[in-house]
């Protein structure tokens, strides 16, 4: 579907692995950056896809303790898969891994990202 995604991509795209939120309030590694040859590499979030059966909000940012945002919060509705693509997602270009806290536990999460090589 040729609609979906920008043509003019700069990078790679990589998706996480599925990650089940396992704690309320508790921050947990959602993507690991590539390290690159000299340095790691830097990503910005395009896409992200998310389940629960109850609503809550997820908080993506930095840091395990504490969280640091790098994008508003995100409420998630009950019941349906939540999907957010790279036009409803600040772009926001990170150099450290993504890690993901939430309000209620058993969230299931994926993002895709960009990498710059």
Do not use: H
Not at 102 to 107: A, P, T
């Amino acid at each position: 579907m040729a609609g979906l995604y920008r043509t003019n991509a700069r990078g790679i795209r990589k998706s996480s692995l599925v990650v089940t939120v396992a704690a309320a309030g508790v921050a947990e590694a959602l993507y690991l950056q590539t390290v690159g040859t000299t340095n790691p590499r830097r990503f910005c979030v395009r896409k992200i896809a998310a389940y629960l059966n109850v609503d809550c909000i997820i908080q993506l940012g930095i840091g395990l303790a504490p969280l640091v945002p790098i994008m508003p919060a995100i409420p998630v509705i009950g019941g349906f898969l939540n999907t957010w693509w790279e036009d409803e997602i600040p772009e926001v270009w990170v150099n450290a891994d993504l890690t993901v806290q939430s309000d209620v536990l058993g969230v299931a999460l994926q993002v895709e990202v960009e990498e710059l090589e």
